[in-house]
């Protein structure tokens, strides 16, 4: 991914996704020992605001068998944000804890650490748990060992990718980003819906769509570029 040269740029997952975060560690690398191991206690499910990108939308509608549309409608609020049950627990806590484990989004992925980047690059930083969490914190490996454990790195490419999109778009041009719906929102929505919007794109295009979700995102990315790009201003 091309990297920022200046300026500061946020990735908007991680640290940003968490609702009532408070960061009490810094400037944390993927060489930084850290460890952490779930215990499974459920605690850091409830009263989060997780916002997806069209990646993790796809991912959980299809472990769901729903068209993106569809899952909007039953599991997204505010148009990018997973919902909450009454009580305050993500839509997709059960039981016997996350029931999308395969598909969960980056920011679970990735607490307890949240992570940035920045004009100087990436780092991560280390969220303050939930004060009776069962989870046990460690140093006997390092953040990247982490990030490999929770299968991250696909999350945080297209992390990376759609968040320069959108970022060259303009916040105007994002669901959500904008603070509501606008005029172009079902535009954008249907744009953002990564399965419906490249195969549709790759037919008028004439060209086979790649099969994995990941390479369909990057090209989801590259051809909304293209769109917005040949657009009058
Ligand atoms: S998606 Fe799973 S891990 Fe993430 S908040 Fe919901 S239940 Fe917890």
Redesign the pocket.
Same mark, same amino acid.
């Given at each position: 991914m091309a990297r920022p040269t200046g300026g500061l740029i946020r990735v908007p997952t991680g640290a940003s996704a968490v609702r009532n975060r408070a960061v009490r560690d810094r400037g944390m690398e993927r060489q930084t020992a850290f460890s952490y191991r779930c215990a499974a206690c459920s605690r850091c499910?409830y009263h989060?605001k997780?916002q997806l990108n069209p990646y993790e939308l796809a991912r959980l509608a299809r472990s769901q068998y729903l068209s993106a549309a569809a899952f909007r409608e039953r599991h997204v609020t505010d148009h990018v944000y997973?919902r909450q049950k009454s009580d305050g627990a %993500?839509v997709?806590?059960g039981a016997k804890g996350?029931t999308?484990?395969a598909d969960?989004?980056l920011v %679970?992925r990735l607490y307890p650490l949240g992570r940035i980047v920045d004009g100087d690059g990436e780092h991560f930083v280390e969220l303050t748990p939930h004060p009776q969490t069962e989870g046990r914190y460690g140093k006997d490996g390092a953040i990247g060992d982490y990030l490999t454990a929770q299968g991250a790195e696909p999350f945080m490419q297209a992390a990376d990718a759609y968040y320069q999109l959108f970022r060259h778009l303009g916040a105007a041009s994002v669901p959500g980003a904008a603070g509501g719906a606008d005029e172009g929102v079902s535009v954008a929505l249907e744009a953002l819906d990564l399965e419906g919007f490249v195969t549709a794109e790759a037919g008028r295009r004439g060209v086979t769509l790649p099969g994995s979700l990941e390479e369909q995102a990057r090209l989801h990315c590259q051809w909304i570029g293209e769109m917005f790009a040949s657009c009058p201003d």
């Open positions: 499910c989060k997780i997973l %993500c997709f806590l996350c999308v484990h969960r989004p %679970c």
